[in-house]
């Protein structure tokens, strides 16, 4: 389980509204990452951190923010949603150089 | 760039049949490489791995995979399937000098068993 939950699980807004989904987890571990999957394109990157502070930008960041300001908080910004930003989006902690996954949020952007 | 690919989107089976999906990536250094399942509606879970050593690692509900290096591929096995392997299966990799490396997935393949 890696101890990782993320808040909304659900959550319908409409252009052009900011929205912030967090990631949690419980184990002190170092690496969070911030998914996004969408069919035929399995999963991809959009921001990863490796430590409080420390964030770094996947694949597919624009229109996205992250921020970590204490080891167990992960949290994604989309500044101003877009339809295009209407997707499953999951978090994911490292351990042993192996990622485990949490439940994810399903997004729906109107 | 580094890239995944699963050749298969959607693979039906009846139940007892043997499955392989498939998994090449494009990277010429050492990699580690990774099968996670979907079951509907949850998130991914970890089947198998593979860093390095036995080339054919065994994962959880009887899967297995073979890295053949010199073919880049990464194929998943399962010599009997049930309906409850109904799912969605992902490939991915990533270097293994990069700790807490970013994973590439391949695009996905579902499977459907039918009973």
């Known amino acids: 389980d890696a101890g990782i939950t993320q808040s909304p699980r659900h959550k319908v807004t409409e252009t052009g509204t900011p929205v912030t989904l967090r990631c949690h987890q419980t184990e002190n571990h170092r690496y969070m990452y911030w998914y996004r999957q969408d069919p035929g394109h399995g999963l991809r990157l959009i921001h990863y951190?490796?430590?409080?502070?420390?964030?770094d930008k996947g694949e597919v960041s624009d229109g996205y923010s992250v921020s970590r300001s204490k080891t167990e908080d992960f949290l994604l910004t989309l500044e101003s949603a877009t339809s295009s930003q209407t997707s499953v989006y999951f978090c994911?902690?490292?351990?042993?150089?192996?990622?485990?996954f949490g439940p994810g949020t399903r997004l729906t952007v109107l | 760039a580094q890239s995944v690919s699963q050749h298969n989107h959607h693979v039906i089976l009846s139940e007892a049949a043997s499955l392989e999906l498939g998994c090449n990536y494009s990277?010429?250094?050492?990699?580690?490489l990774f099968w996670y399942v979907q079951y509907p509606g949850q998130h991914l879970q970890l089947l198998l791995k593979?860093?390095?050593?036995?080339?054919l690692v065994k994962g959880i509900k009887g899967f297995e995979a073979e890295f053949i290096k010199s073919k880049f591929s990464f194929n998943l096995r399962k010599p009997s399937v049930q309906w409850s392997d109904t799912a969605e299966y992902f490939c991915?990799?990533?270097?293994?000098?990069?700790?807490?490396?970013?994973?590439?997935f391949g695009q996905g393949t579902e499977l459907s068993v039918k009973p």
């Open positions: 990277y010429g250094g050492t990699v580690n």
């Open positions: 951190s490796y430590g409080v502070k420390d964030t």
């Open positions: 593979y860093f390095s050593g036995d080339p």
């Open positions: 991915a990799v990533t270097p293994n000098y990069n700790q807490g490396g970013k994973l590439i």
């Open positions: 994911a902690i490292s351990a042993m150089n192996t990622q485990y």
